[in-house]
T-cell receptor, first 113, second 115 residues
Framework: AQSVTQPDIHITVSEGASLELRCNYS??????LFWYVQSPGQGLQLLLK??????LVQGIKGFEAEFKRSQSSFNLRKPSVHWSDAAEYFC???????????FGDGTTLTVKP | ETGVTQTPRHLVMGMTNKKSLKCEQH?????MYWYKQSAKKPLELMFV???????ENNSVPSRFSPECPNSSHLFLHLHTLQPEDSALYLC??????????????FGEGSRLTVL
């Protein structure tokens, strides 16, 4: 069975600082990997996804993520965080498409002025 | 309207009430989903519909009854709920269920409180 671990429940960074959110997955074959963001009172929005090919994927809002098979990781990064990035971030792994996605518990990001 | 729309946004009901949540997608997708999001718990997949047929039911109690009359609409009928059913219920759609392009498009959710 597939599983996702987001080790950090809560992260606080200063505005303008760099950000890395960790995601580790467990799946027997090549996974489909996603990062979603959820602002308070909103649904989830896809930031980026990895299916195959280049292991560094670019997403919306200046985010990127790198797939590392040897480490079973798919960490999300942003070079300079904006106050509007404060939200909850979910990593998800799919078996053969998003319909079967398993979500991590989420990481809450707080941005200090 | 565009995207995925859920109504109502907030619902308070007693344990003996019957209510329904509604979801409508304007994206021309073939698959629709119900997820439950509880505080301090991961997102739980409840139901998956593909071309109006239920393809997955993740051991959800029978007090939750889904209905998908067409590929654009999805309902979640609620009856005799328990206080632990209080949660944010999220509807999502994707182009296909289980396909490689299956990113999920979520609605804003219906916040349910059971008294």
């Amino acid at each position: 069975a597939q599983s996702v671990t987001q080790p950090d429940i809560h992260i606080t960074v200063s505005e303008g600082a760099s950000l890395e959110l960790r995601c580790n997955y467990s799946y027997g074959a090549t996974p489909y990997l996603f990062w979603y963001v959820q602002s308070p009172g909103q649904g989830l929005q896809l930031l980026l996804k990895y299916f195959s090919g280049d292991t560094l994927v670019q997403g919306i809002k200046g985010f990127e993520a790198e797939f590392k098979r040897s480490q079973s990781s798919f960490n999300l990064r942003k070079p300079s965080v904006h106050w509007s990035d404060a939200a909850e971030y979910f990593c998800a792994v799919g078996a053969y498409g998003a319909g079967k996605s398993t979500f991590g518990d989420g990481t809450t990001l707080t941005v200090k002025p | 309207e565009t995207g995925v729309t859920q109504t109502p946004r907030h619902l308070v009901m007693g344990m003996t009430n019957k209510k329904s949540l509604k979801c409508e997608q304007h994206l021309g997708h073939n698959a629709m989903y119900w997820y439950k999001q509880s505080a301090k718990k991961p997102l739980e997949l409840m139901f998956v519909y593909s071309l109006e047929e239920r393809v997955e039911n993740n051991s959800v109690p029978s007090r939750f009854s889904p209905e998908c009359p067409n590929s654009s609409h999805l309902f979640l009928h609620l009856h005799t709920l328990q206080p632990e059913d209080s949660a944010l219920y999220l509807c999502a759609s994707s182009q296909e269920a289980g396909g490689p392009n299956g990113e999920l498009f979520f609605g804003e959710g219906s916040r349910l409180t059971v008294l």
